[in-house]
């Protein structure tokens, strides 16, 4: 993502964000919410641009894709110079490649490439250069590697591959995107359901103890990247399984009646089945109703 990401672009840092740049957008006043940063350094855009306070491009064309990153990170010997706002940055020695980089708003402009401390560690940390040596050699690995840490980036919030839209979808599945298998049975109708709930409440598990277990199962879903919830009773898994909220000593007494009850329903079921993650979510519900 650095080497791919740093490839387009340019660093913003025309002057000193302290000395120019106000408040975050949440911390200003109402009738400045929602506008952005303020920034009060000349035209506050364009050439005076500021966020992070480095300044300056990585490539001879930072809108196109290209190996030019790589290519210039091994190219030069780069030495510490300082951007118009005080960031330390790097720029080539002895004034090379000076006239490399075109101006992103004067045509009439140039300026040399420049790299970040981190970009530099791609070079020279041994693990790191071992990856870009290998990449600048061979670019399409690179591309490559770019396109699917891209991928994951831009998808990692949107949760299960289920909610893939369009037909430009890949058809794998990833590790990121917590796969579970797929169903292979037919579901459990209402019968079924009524026979577990109480199968599940004549276990001997309380009330309390099926309630705490089925929440500790769906409660780590979070709507902001669709991950976490009850789907794939990952909570008889660890790290889950272990967690002190979770009350690990009984949760691990709970989940091995509810498997004791599963394996005796599938086994007596030769066309329908009942999962763990659907079983702890039923107790759940059978306590709570029993309870009402």
């Known amino acids: 993502l650095i080497a791919g990401g740093h490839t387009f672009g340019k660093a913003h840092g025309a002057a000193r964000p302290a000395d120019y740049v106000d408040v975050e957008p949440e911390a200003a006043s109402i009738e400045q919410q929602g506008l952005g940063w303020k920034n009060s350094y000349g035209s506050g855009n364009a050439g005076d641009t500021i966020t992070s306070g480095l300044e300056g491009a ?11 990153f790589l290519q210039n990170l091994y190219g030069y010997e780069w030495v ?7 960031a330390t940055q790097w720029e080539p020695a ?4 000076s006239n490399l980089v075109p101006d992103a708003h004067d045509p009439s402009k140039r300026h040399a490439p420049m790299m970040l401390t981190t970009d530099l560690a791609l070079k020279v940390d041994p693990a790191y250069r071992e990856i ?3 990449w600048l050699e061979n670019p399409e690995q690179f591309e490559d590697a770019f396109a699917r840490a891209w991928f994951k980036l831009t998808h990692r919030d949107m949760g299960p591959s289920s909610r893939y839209l369009g037909n430009l979808t890949p058809s ?8 579970i298998p797929e169903v292979d049975y037919s579901p459990i109708n209402n019968r079924d359901v009524n026979r577990l709930k109480g199968e599940i409440l004549d276990s001997g598990l309380t009330t309390a103890e ?3 277990t089925a929440w500790a199962s769906a409660s780590t879903f979070r709507g902001t990247d669709m991950r976490g919830g009850a789907n794939g009773a990952r909570v008889r898994l660890a790290p889950q399984s272990s967690w002190a909220a979770n009350n690990p000593q009984e949760l691990t007494r709970v989940i091995g009646v509810l498997e004791g009850i599963q394996n005796e329903f599938n ?11 659907d079983l702890i979510v039923l107790g ?4 709570i109703e029993s309870a009402a």
């Open 58 to 68: 990585w490539t001879i064309d930072p809108a196109a894709w290209t190996n030019n």
């Open 80 to 86: 510490q110079t300082r951007s118009p706002a005080g």
């Open 94 to 97: 002895a004034g090379a490649a």
């Open 132 to 134: 870009t040596m290998r």
């Open 172 to 179: 794998a599945e990833y590790v990121w995107q917590d796969p």
């Open 210 to 212: 099926l309630v705490r």
């Open 267 to 277: 086994e007596r079921s030769s066309r329908r089945q009942v999962s763990l993650a």
């Open 284 to 287: 759940g519900v059978a306590a």
